[in-house]
Protein backbone atom coordinates (compact mmCIF):
# COMPACT_ATOMS: atom_id res chain seq x y z
CA UNK A 1 0.00 0.00 0.00
CA UNK A 2 3.05 1.98 0.87
CA UNK A 3 4.24 1.56 -2.61
CA UNK A 4 1.45 2.37 -4.26
CA UNK A 5 0.84 5.43 -2.13
CA UNK A 6 4.54 7.17 -2.84
CA UNK A 7 3.81 5.91 -6.35
CA UNK A 8 0.71 7.61 -7.34
CA UNK A 9 1.54 10.61 -5.35
CA UNK A 10 4.78 11.13 -7.63
CA UNK A 11 2.71 11.15 -10.58
CA UNK A 12 0.18 13.40 -9.80
CA UNK A 13 2.90 15.79 -8.46
CA UNK A 14 4.78 15.00 -11.85
CA UNK A 15 1.57 15.41 -13.64
CA UNK A 16 0.86 18.66 -11.84
CA UNK A 17 4.52 20.19 -12.64
CA UNK A 18 3.52 19.64 -16.52
CA UNK A 19 0.14 20.82 -16.61
CA UNK A 20 1.21 23.93 -15.08
CA UNK A 21 4.00 24.21 -17.85
CA UNK A 22 1.72 23.47 -20.24
CA UNK A 23 -0.79 26.48 -19.11
CA UNK A 24 2.40 29.06 -18.38
CA UNK A 25 3.63 27.47 -22.05
CA UNK A 26 -0.08 28.42 -23.05
CA UNK A 27 -0.32 31.93 -21.58
CA UNK A 28 3.41 32.47 -23.39
CA UNK A 29 1.60 31.37 -26.36
CA UNK A 30 -1.35 33.81 -26.60
CA UNK A 31 0.43 36.50 -25.19
CA UNK A 32 2.97 36.68 -28.32
CA UNK A 33 -0.17 35.58 -30.81
CA UNK A 34 -1.99 39.14 -29.54
CA UNK A 35 1.10 41.05 -30.51
CA UNK A 36 2.12 39.56 -33.61
CA UNK A 37 -1.75 39.84 -33.98
CA UNK A 38 -2.27 43.56 -33.50
CA UNK A 39 1.21 44.61 -34.58
CA UNK A 40 -0.07 42.77 -38.34
CA UNK A 41 -3.76 44.88 -36.93
CA UNK A 42 -1.79 48.18 -37.02
CA UNK A 43 0.28 47.43 -40.22
CA UNK A 44 -2.79 47.04 -42.20
CA UNK A 45 -4.53 49.92 -41.16
CA UNK A 46 -1.59 51.89 -41.28
CA UNK A 47 -2.06 55.67 -43.04
CA UNK A 48 -1.28 54.84 -46.85
CA UNK A 49 0.46 58.09 -48.74
CA UNK A 50 0.01 59.20 -52.43
CA UNK A 51 2.04 61.63 -54.56
CA UNK A 52 0.21 64.10 -56.65
CA UNK A 53 1.87 65.51 -59.74
CA UNK A 54 -0.64 68.56 -60.16
CA UNK A 55 -0.93 71.92 -62.68
CA UNK A 56 0.25 74.78 -60.33
CA UNK A 57 -3.19 76.55 -61.14
CA UNK A 58 -4.89 73.83 -58.58
CA UNK A 59 -2.92 74.81 -55.97
CA UNK A 60 -5.18 76.50 -53.20
CA UNK A 61 -8.35 74.60 -54.27
CA UNK A 62 -6.49 71.53 -54.03
CA UNK A 63 -4.65 71.73 -51.08
CA UNK A 64 -8.13 72.42 -49.25
CA UNK A 65 -9.43 69.25 -50.78
CA UNK A 66 -6.07 66.80 -49.99
CA UNK A 67 -7.04 68.08 -46.42
CA UNK A 68 -10.83 67.15 -45.77
CA UNK A 69 -9.72 63.95 -47.60
CA UNK A 70 -6.55 63.11 -45.33
CA UNK A 71 -9.19 63.54 -42.35
CA UNK A 72 -12.10 61.52 -44.17
CA UNK A 73 -9.90 58.58 -44.68
CA UNK A 74 -6.66 59.01 -42.68
CA UNK A 75 -4.19 58.53 -45.75
CA UNK A 76 -1.96 61.14 -46.57
CA UNK A 77 -1.60 63.67 -49.85
CA UNK A 78 1.67 64.51 -51.13
CA UNK A 79 1.11 67.40 -53.99
CA UNK A 80 3.89 68.68 -56.31
CA UNK A 81 2.75 71.47 -58.27
CA UNK A 82 4.21 72.97 -61.54
CA UNK A 83 3.53 73.70 -64.77
CA UNK A 84 2.14 70.90 -66.76
CA UNK A 85 4.56 70.44 -69.35
CA UNK A 86 7.43 70.34 -66.14
CA UNK A 87 5.36 67.43 -64.53
CA UNK A 88 4.40 65.65 -67.65
CA UNK A 89 8.70 65.41 -68.91
CA UNK A 90 9.02 64.63 -64.89
CA UNK A 91 6.78 61.63 -65.07
CA UNK A 92 8.52 60.52 -68.01
CA UNK A 93 11.82 59.87 -66.75
CA UNK A 94 10.38 57.79 -64.16
CA UNK A 95 9.46 60.19 -61.63
CA UNK A 96 7.29 58.34 -58.42
CA UNK A 97 3.53 59.62 -58.72
CA UNK A 98 0.58 58.23 -58.54
CA UNK A 99 -1.79 60.70 -60.03
CA UNK A 100 -1.15 63.42 -62.12
CA UNK A 101 -3.96 66.20 -62.98
CA UNK A 102 -2.88 68.55 -65.54
CA UNK A 103 -4.41 71.73 -67.14
CA UNK A 104 -3.77 70.38 -70.89
CA UNK A 105 -5.10 68.00 -72.47
CA UNK A 106 -2.09 67.84 -74.67
CA UNK A 107 0.11 66.48 -72.31
CA UNK A 108 -1.81 64.27 -70.96
CA UNK A 109 -2.67 62.79 -74.22
CA UNK A 110 1.31 62.76 -74.07
CA UNK A 111 1.42 60.33 -71.30
CA UNK A 112 -1.12 58.24 -72.66
CA UNK A 113 0.54 57.61 -75.76
CA UNK A 114 3.73 56.47 -73.85
CA UNK A 115 0.97 53.94 -71.90
CA UNK A 116 2.20 56.03 -68.75
CA UNK A 117 -1.62 56.52 -67.80
CA UNK A 118 -4.32 54.22 -66.87
CA UNK A 119 -6.51 55.23 -69.34
CA UNK A 120 -9.64 52.91 -67.41
CA UNK A 121 -9.13 55.92 -64.98
CA UNK A 122 -8.26 58.90 -66.66
CA UNK A 123 -11.19 61.43 -66.63
CA UNK A 124 -11.88 65.49 -67.67
CA UNK A 125 -12.49 67.05 -64.22
CA UNK A 126 -12.40 70.71 -64.37
CA UNK A 127 -12.93 74.18 -66.58
CA UNK A 128 -11.22 77.60 -66.57
CA UNK A 129 -11.23 80.81 -68.03
CA UNK A 130 -8.45 82.70 -69.09
CA UNK A 131 -7.87 86.66 -68.06
CA UNK A 132 -5.71 89.47 -68.50
CA UNK A 133 -4.77 91.09 -65.48
CA UNK A 134 -2.94 94.16 -63.59
CA UNK A 135 -1.30 95.34 -60.38
CA UNK A 136 -3.22 96.53 -58.25
CA UNK A 137 -7.33 96.14 -57.36
CA UNK A 138 -8.40 99.66 -59.19
CA UNK A 139 -7.44 98.78 -62.79
CA UNK A 140 -9.66 100.31 -65.45
CA UNK A 141 -11.42 97.19 -67.69
CA UNK A 142 -10.72 96.69 -71.34
CA UNK A 143 -12.17 95.27 -74.23
CA UNK A 144 -10.21 92.32 -75.14
CA UNK A 145 -11.27 92.36 -78.80
CA UNK A 146 -9.67 92.02 -82.41
CA UNK A 147 -7.49 94.18 -82.80
CA UNK A 148 -6.92 95.21 -79.33
CA UNK A 149 -3.76 97.52 -78.60
CA UNK A 150 -2.37 95.54 -75.99
CA UNK A 151 0.79 96.90 -76.48
CA UNK A 152 0.48 100.52 -76.05
CA UNK A 153 -1.17 99.40 -72.89
CA UNK A 154 2.10 97.86 -71.39
CA UNK A 155 4.07 100.71 -72.77
CA UNK A 156 7.88 99.62 -71.78
CA UNK A 157 6.19 97.37 -68.85
CA UNK A 158 6.21 93.73 -69.39
CA UNK A 159 3.27 91.53 -69.80
CA UNK A 160 3.98 88.25 -67.68
CA UNK A 161 2.96 84.74 -68.84
CA UNK A 162 3.52 81.27 -68.43
CA UNK A 163 6.27 79.41 -70.95
CA UNK A 164 3.98 79.84 -74.07
CA UNK A 165 5.52 77.05 -76.06
CA UNK A 166 5.22 74.62 -73.50
CA UNK A 167 3.19 75.55 -70.37
CA UNK A 168 -0.24 75.22 -70.87
CA UNK A 169 -1.63 78.81 -69.44
CA UNK A 170 0.70 80.41 -72.10
CA UNK A 171 0.10 78.21 -74.80
CA UNK A 172 -3.27 79.18 -74.41
CA UNK A 173 -2.54 83.13 -73.84
CA UNK A 174 -0.50 83.22 -77.11
CA UNK A 175 -2.81 81.88 -79.12
CA UNK A 176 -5.50 83.86 -77.33
CA UNK A 177 -3.24 87.25 -78.52
CA UNK A 178 -3.12 85.50 -82.32
CA UNK A 179 -5.96 84.65 -82.73
CA UNK A 180 -6.93 88.38 -82.04
CA UNK A 181 -4.00 89.62 -84.07
CA UNK A 182 -2.32 90.94 -80.77
CA UNK A 183 0.87 88.65 -80.63
CA UNK A 184 3.08 90.11 -82.71
CA UNK A 185 3.12 93.37 -81.31
CA UNK A 186 3.54 92.60 -77.60
CA UNK A 187 5.92 89.19 -78.23
CA UNK A 188 8.98 91.05 -77.04
CA UNK A 189 7.26 92.62 -73.79
CA UNK A 190 6.38 89.04 -72.75
CA UNK A 191 8.47 87.97 -69.86
CA UNK A 192 7.67 84.51 -69.64
CA UNK A 193 7.90 81.78 -65.96
CA UNK A 194 8.12 78.20 -65.42
CA UNK A 195 4.05 78.12 -64.04
CA UNK A 196 1.26 80.84 -64.19
CA UNK A 197 1.34 81.26 -60.10
CA UNK A 198 5.17 82.23 -61.10
CA UNK A 199 3.65 84.66 -63.27
CA UNK A 200 0.76 85.50 -61.05
CA UNK A 201 3.68 86.60 -58.58
CA UNK A 202 5.26 88.98 -61.23
CA UNK A 203 2.16 91.18 -61.45
CA UNK A 204 1.12 90.62 -57.82
CA UNK A 205 5.04 92.11 -56.74
CA UNK A 206 4.28 94.95 -59.51
CA UNK A 207 7.03 93.63 -61.22
CA UNK A 208 5.36 93.19 -64.00
CA UNK A 209 1.89 96.12 -64.51
CA UNK A 210 -0.10 93.18 -67.01
CA UNK A 211 -0.17 89.29 -67.09
CA UNK A 212 -2.22 86.62 -68.80
CA UNK A 213 -3.59 83.80 -66.26
CA UNK A 214 -6.34 81.59 -65.20
CA UNK A 215 -9.51 83.51 -63.91
CA UNK A 216 -8.98 81.30 -60.41
CA UNK A 217 -5.25 82.50 -59.73
CA UNK A 218 -6.35 85.63 -60.00
CA UNK A 219 -8.91 85.11 -57.37
CA UNK A 220 -5.94 83.83 -55.39
CA UNK A 221 -4.16 87.40 -54.63
CA UNK A 222 -5.59 91.11 -53.55
CA UNK A 223 -2.90 92.63 -55.42
CA UNK A 224 -4.40 91.87 -58.64
CA UNK A 225 -7.65 92.95 -60.49
CA UNK A 226 -8.68 91.09 -63.64
CA UNK A 227 -9.29 93.76 -66.42
CA UNK A 228 -10.46 92.01 -69.37
CA UNK A 229 -11.79 87.81 -69.91
CA UNK A 230 -10.39 86.97 -73.57
CA UNK A 231 -13.00 85.44 -75.40
CA UNK A 232 -13.89 81.18 -75.46
CA UNK A 233 -12.98 81.12 -79.25
CA UNK A 234 -9.83 82.72 -79.16
CA UNK A 235 -8.20 79.82 -77.57
CA UNK A 236 -8.78 75.56 -77.11
CA UNK A 237 -10.91 75.02 -74.12
CA UNK A 238 -9.22 74.97 -71.00
CA UNK A 239 -9.73 71.91 -69.82
CA UNK A 240 -8.35 69.68 -66.51
CA UNK A 241 -8.13 66.21 -67.21
CA UNK A 242 -6.80 63.88 -64.38
CA UNK A 243 -5.61 59.93 -64.39
CA UNK A 244 -3.58 57.49 -61.90
CA UNK A 245 -0.10 56.71 -63.75
CA UNK A 246 0.28 52.99 -64.96
CA UNK A 247 3.43 53.14 -62.42
CA UNK A 248 1.39 54.12 -58.98
CA UNK A 249 2.26 51.41 -56.16
CA UNK A 250 -0.59 52.54 -54.58
CA UNK A 251 -3.04 52.34 -57.48
CA UNK A 252 -6.57 51.83 -55.11
CA UNK A 253 -5.84 54.71 -52.99
CA UNK A 254 -4.74 56.75 -55.79
CA UNK A 255 -8.38 55.81 -57.49
CA UNK A 256 -10.29 56.97 -54.18
CA UNK A 257 -8.23 60.12 -54.28
CA UNK A 258 -9.18 60.63 -57.98
CA UNK A 259 -12.92 60.04 -57.48
CA UNK A 260 -13.33 62.46 -54.26
CA UNK A 261 -12.10 65.07 -56.74
CA UNK A 262 -15.48 64.32 -58.32
CA UNK A 263 -17.62 64.66 -54.97
CA UNK A 264 -19.63 67.18 -53.77
CA UNK A 265 -16.89 67.84 -51.35
CA UNK A 266 -14.97 68.95 -53.43
CA UNK A 267 -17.18 70.42 -55.97
CA UNK A 268 -18.02 72.66 -53.84
CA UNK A 269 -14.22 74.04 -53.13
CA UNK A 270 -13.46 73.87 -56.53
CA UNK A 271 -16.53 76.08 -57.73
CA UNK A 272 -15.75 78.20 -54.56
CA UNK A 273 -12.14 78.89 -56.00
CA UNK A 274 -13.89 79.91 -59.76
CA UNK A 275 -13.48 76.81 -61.40
CA UNK A 276 -16.46 75.00 -63.65
CA UNK A 277 -16.73 70.69 -62.66
CA UNK A 278 -17.40 68.63 -65.35
CA UNK A 279 -19.89 66.59 -64.50
CA UNK A 280 -19.05 62.79 -64.75
CA UNK A 281 -21.91 62.05 -67.43
CA UNK A 282 -20.17 64.38 -69.65
CA UNK A 283 -16.66 64.51 -69.26
CA UNK A 284 -15.99 61.78 -72.25
CA UNK A 285 -17.29 64.89 -74.89
CA UNK A 286 -16.00 67.46 -73.25
CA UNK A 287 -12.23 66.31 -74.58
CA UNK A 288 -12.03 68.02 -77.35
CA UNK A 289 -8.65 68.37 -78.79
Known sequence: CRYFRENITGGRTFMMIVSGNLR???TVLAVTLGVFAGTLSKQANAAEEIVVFAAASLKNALDDISTAWSKKTGNKVSVSYGGSSNLAKQIQQGAPADLFISA???WMDTLQKDNLVD???RKALLRNRLV?????????KVDLKKGFDLS???????????MVDSVPAGVYGKAALTSLGIWDSVSSKVAQS???RAALALVARGE????????TDAAASDNVSVIGTFPENSHAPIIYPAAVLSSSKNEAVATNFLDYLSSNEAKAVFEHDGFSVIEPAVANRTEIR
Open 24 to 26: RLA
Open 104 to 106: NIN
Open 119 to 121: TAT
Open 132 to 140: LIAYGKSAE
Open 152 to 162: GLIKDGKLAMA
Open 194 to 196: DNV
Open 208 to 215: APYGIVYA
